[in-house]
């Protein structure tokens, strides 16, 4: 069964701390996504990788960074965690395949930035 | 540039009565179309996909949706509601089936009612 996990259901941070989310799956796949998803938004998507240590932007960068040192791993960080980066974050991952893929989602991480 | 509109923050039925739910969108290129859904605190999880094969596509819960070229549209339906499928649902496209980035729609609430 595939599987896509986040290590944090709930967090809550202080404005300004630095904040670490991390996703791990376990399908081998080559894309991971984190989206951040707001009431009345959907789902918008922030960072994305295609491999290891590639990244690149997605439609709301501003205020976060990524990393994927390992296939299976892809972390979202906030640098300087503020109030309006209280959200749910969505962590995905899909096959680099030649059609068009599924994209496996965990089961999120509400933040709340006090 | 692709995008999605769900008609429709919030649809409401009675248990055992028709669900529709409607997606429009936009895109330059043919697209690829899904349908996934969200139950509480839970991730998402795909339904169906329309990969051009047919355009009538099946899913599972007994969810369909149908392709509609002419119309730009890609409606979710299911002939009689049931309890658990209250949730919410998302309508996503795709143009890309190398990074197999999707744009999400804002997502509708189904409220099934006794």
């Known amino acids: 069964d595939v599987k896509v996990t986040q290590s944090s259901r709930y967090l809550v941070k202080r404005t300004g701390e630095k904040v670490f989310l991390e996703c791990v799956q376990d399908m081998d796949h080559e894309n991971m996504f984190w989206y951040r998803q707001d009431p009345g938004l959907g789902l918008r998507l922030i960072y994305f990788s295609y491999d290891v240590k590639m990244k690149e932007k997605g439609d709301i960068p501003e205020g976060y960074s990524v990393s994927r040192e390992k296939k299976e791993r892809f972390s979202l960080i906030l640098e300087s965690a503020s109030t309006n980066q209280t959200s749910m974050y969505l962590c995905?991952?899909?096959?680099?395949?030649?059609?068009?893929?599924?994209?496996?989602f965990g089961p999120g991480t509400r933040l709340l930035v006090l | 540039a692709q995008s999605v509109t769900q008609l429709g923050s919030h649809v409401s039925v009675s248990e055992g009565a028709l669900v529709l739910l409607r997606c429009n969108y936009s895109?330059?290129?043919?697209?690829?179309l899904f349908w996934y859904v969200q139950y509480p605190n839970q991730g998402l999880q795909l339904l169906l996909k329309?990969?051009?094969?047919?355009?009538l596509v099946k899913g599972i819960n007994g969810f369909e949706a149908e392709f509609k070229k002419s119309e730009t549209s890609f409606h979710l339906t299911k002939p009689s509601a049931h309890m658990s499928d209250a949730a919410e649902y998302f309508c996503a496209v795709s143009e890309d089936t190398g990074f197999q980035k999707l744009v999400f729609g804002t997502g509708t609430r189904l409220l099934v009612s006794p």
């Open positions: 329309y990969t051009s094969a047919a355009t």
């Open positions: 895109s330059s290129v043919p697209p690829y």
């Open positions: 995905a991952s899909s096959l680099r395949g030649q059609g068009v893929e599924t994209q496996y």
